[in-house]
């Protein structure tokens, strides 16, 4: 998915004096964010190692519960990148805060969000074949998180849309902040619905009770922070491939410009 | 243990790590096809990593 192109008004049109656009410099790289990766891979192996290998099965679900250490973990950071998303394209629409590097962190945490609510749904699926006897069923909390997935691939697509980055910007976050109204629904739904998906077990919001105790608690616990620390990682590097993008365009179009006066001042 | 669990974890590492891949390959030749006088700035980028 390549669809996170915005650009600076400033660097797409050419100067007052009609020169080429003003250069930024590319997205440097960062140690900070090589630690990140390690951190978070290293996050990730320790929750498939204790997941997989050190904590006990369910007294219920048997082995089938080491799905929860990566499954609910997918949801929150889907959630989670959806979030940042709705409180960027937020920041673009105030005109105080208006820049087009909130709309690119906007699509880019958008384009994060859909792999991981991609491999929500994909999870729960496996999960689901084994507990409930079906791969899929139109249950309000499936539909309404496969409709979310809809919604920002939709998102995503209206981004892919040509238009000025002012324009595109703007839509997007608009699409956005409309986009987002599932999120609470798609968490709500097993409370609002008879569902058969079971309610909240971290924590209920009814009873503010958890039912996940021991090492499973602290597992599921890592699992929520080495995949956050995934999303972050992710986030960082789509956002720094949208602002290469940026610049190329920057440069496709000074090259233009250039071309162009070549040809006008030629004899 | 069955192997919806390790279709599971296999799913997700599979996903992510793909994803993640593509990201760092595209931004690698993104940063190929930026003009010369980036030339020093890529040079210590590969020094980097």
């Known amino acids: 998915m390549s669809t996170v192109t915005t650009r600076p008004a400033r660097a797409t049109a050419p100067g007052a004096d009609g020169g080429a656009p003003p250069r930024r410099p590319a997205p440097p790289r960062s140690r900070g964010l090589r630690l990140l990766g390690v951190s978070a891979l290293a996050g990730v192996a320790a929750t498939v190692a204790l997941g997989l290998f050190v904590t006990p099965p369910d007294e219920f679900m048997g082995n089938l519960v080491r799905l929860l250490y990566v499954h609910p973990p997918m949801a929150w950071v889907s959630f989670l990148a959806y979030g940042v998303s709705f409180l960027a394209s937020l920041g673009y629409l105030w005109r105080r805060t208006r820049t087009l590097a909130l709309d690119r962190l906007a699509g880019s ?104 105790h021991g090492s499973m608690a602290w597992t599921l616990l890592l699992g929520f922070v080495s995949f956050t620390l995934v999303y972050a990682w992710l986030l960082a590097h789509r956002y720094r491939l949208a602002a290469l993008a940026d610049r190329q365009a920057d440069e496709g179009l000074a090259a233009a410009l250039a071309e162009r006066r070549a040809e006008a001042g030629a004899p | 243990m069955s192997g919806y669990i390790e279709a599971g974890y296999l799913a997700v590492l599979v996903g992510l790590g793909s994803y993640g891949s593509s990201l760092l390959w595209r931004e690698r030749l993104a940063r190929r096809r930026l003009p010369p006088e980036d030339a020093g700035e890529r040079q210590a980028a590969g020094e980097d990593r």
Not at chain 1, 109 to 129: H, K
Not at chain 1, 133 to 140: R, S
Not at chain 1, 148 to 153: A, G, I, N, T
């Open chain 1, 109 to 212: 945490s958008a384009e994060v969000g859909v792999v991981f609510t991609a491999l929500t749904l994909v999870t729960g699926s496996i999960w689901g074949r084994p507990t409930w006897g079906t791969w899929w069923t139109w249950d309000p909390l499936l539909t309404t998180t496969a409709l979310l997935l809809v919604v920002y691939l939709g998102y995503l697509a209206l981004r892919a849309v040509p238009a000025t980055p002012e324009v595109r910007a703007r839509r997007a976050a608009i699409a956005a902040l409309v986009a987002f109204v599932d999120v609470p629904v798609v968490y709500f739904s097993v409370l609002w619905w008879r569902s058969l998906h079971q309610a909240p077990t971290v924590l209920d919001p009814t009873t503010h009770r958890t039912y996940v």
